[in-house]
């Protein structure tokens, strides 16, 4: 079956840690996304990439960094200079038509706790 | 720029009564917009999508969504709720480059 996977589903981190958090589709889509998600605030788009071997911060990239060397794979990695980065991760992949009209496809996320 | 709104985060209703979900969206062209459900700690899956085609859009599970542009609106409803609809719903409006931007989600709650 086509689809995202994304793991690991919980991740706790230290104080001070980089951690990275894996997403893998075999969709065949160009484009992915990765997306916080809080209590209360909807989702808030973190990076995209519309093709291999590039990407565009979204709204909240700050502390965040990202690298697309494969099409299938989009990994996140958070690190140390986010302030709070205890919550729910979700990447997403779609084809890349130019429009605002494509599906995205979503993972099943990624649990973070910084402890 | 484009947003969406979610008026109430929270509804309640009872299993077998009708379920409406608001949205409103701004946009300055013609909008793609977009409802997905999300079950606790699981991905969201689309219940359906506008794209200008037909403006009463038919999704899973029952769900349904009438484009109005008059309004800037872009309800989602269902005629009667089921105890599996409990989850939280999130509008979203299409802009360039494939971004969505997303409602604050509204939580239904289905009691017996």
């Known amino acids: 079956d086509g689809g995202i996977t994304q793991s690991p589903k919980y991740l706790f981190r230290k104080e001070g840690q980089n951690v990275t958090l894996s997403c893998e589709q075999n969709l065949n889509h160009d484009a992915m996304y990765w997306y916080r998600q809080d209590p209360g605030q909807g989702l808030r788009l973190i990076y995209y990439?519309?093709?291999?071997?590039?990407?565009q911060k979204g709204d909240i990239a700050e502390g965040y960094s990202v690298s697309r060397e494969k099409k299938e794979s989009f990994p996140l990695t958070v690190t140390s200079a986010q302030k709070n980065p205890t919550a729910f991760y979700l990447c997403?992949?779609?084809?890349?038509?130019?429009?605002?009209?494509?599906?995205?496809?979503f993972g099943p996320g990624t649990r973070l706790t910084v402890l | 720029a484009q947003s969406v709104t979610q008026l109430g985060s929270h509804v309640s209703v009872s299993e077998g009564a009708l379920v409406l979900l608001r949205c409103n969206y701004s946009?300055?062209?013609?909008?793609?917009l977009f409802w997905y459900v999300q079950y606790p700690n699981q991905g969201l899956q689309l219940l359906l999508k506008y794209t200008s085609a037909a403006t009463l859009v038919k999704g899973i599970n029952g769900f349904e969504a009438e484009f109005k542009k008059s309004e800037t609106s872009f309800h989602l409803t269902k005629p009667s709720a089921h105890m599996s609809d409990a989850a939280e719903y999130f509008c979203a409006v299409g802009s360039g480059f494939q971004k969505l931007v997303f409602g604050t989600g509204t939580r239904l709650l289905v009691s017996p």
């Open positions: 990439s519309q093709i291999v071997n590039d990407f």
């Open positions: 946009s300055s062209v013609p909008p793609y």
């Open positions: 997403a992949s779609s084809i890349a038509s130019g429009s605002g009209e494509d599906t995205q496809y």
